[in-house]
């Protein structure tokens, strides 16, 4: 049984028995540092929804809900952590000072449209609201970019497990492995990427 396989079993218990509260507080989790892939929690939805247990609007906003509370949540750990925050616990965040300088420097030319594009990049939309706060970025355009990106990325996936629950459970488990592929590629694409950036700027210093 694939990592994907596992919790979309689980969400769907979890879901049964808490219902619209689960989505909300799995996809809160999911917007903060927490290792709650949206992959495994918005497909099982849909196939509720295929069901007739959960409707497509009651989905997306519940999980929409929960994405914008746990960014804020991230952006303000941001904002008020500030350095000493990053000094103290960056390490656990693949943060440290010089990324600090560099992700309010970037926020400060291109914050807006860094916050809409990362919610479609696993790993990397779980950590951006972070420095989103160490930059000061505009709340008001914080809250708009996630909400439109996050709520285009959740209504993507509770339609893929809508579509594959309109053929059933065993067709989204025959997917579970190639998911977990791709998560663990998009993965090691993202921490090779954090590696590179690291040592180049050391080089460059």
């Known amino acids: 049984m694939g990592a994907t396989q596992f919790l979309a079993e689980h ?18 989790m999911e917007s ?10 918005l497909p099982p939805a849909g196939l509720l929804i295929a069901q007739g247990k959960f409707t497509f609007a009651g ?31 960056g390490k656990y965040f693949l943060l440290d000072k010089k990324a600090l300088n560099a992700s309010e420097k970037y926020f400060a030319k291109h914050g807006d449209i ?13 950590i951006i609201s972070i420095p989103a706060g160490f930059g000061r970025m505009n709340i008001w ?13 959740n209504a993507f996936l509770t339609w893929v497990g809508v579509k594959w629950g309109q053929q059933g459970w065993d067709a989204l488990m025959k997917y579970g492995h190639t998911i977990d592929i791709v998560i663990v590629i998009l993965i090691v694409i993202s921490g090779a990427y954090f590696f590179w950036k690291h040592f180049r700027s050391r080089s460059i210093d």
Request: hydrophobic residues 50%; positive net charge.
């Open 32 to 41: 903060m540092i927490l290792p709650v892939p949206s992959e495994a929690v």
């Open 114 to 126: 860094t916050i809409f594009v990362c919610r479609f990049i696993p790993v990397v939309r779980h």
């Open 59 to 89: 989905v997306i906003i519940a999980s929409t809900v929960g994405s914008i509370f746990g960014s804020l949540l991230s952006y303000w750990i941001g904002v008020y952590g500030g350095r000493p925050f990053v000094e103290r616990y």
């Open 11 to 28: 969400i769907m218990q979890f879901y049964e028995t808490t219902s619209y509260i689960s989505v909300f507080i799995l996809m809160t």
């Open 141 to 153: 355009k914080f809250s708009v970019y996630t909400i439109v990106g996050a709520g285009m990325w």
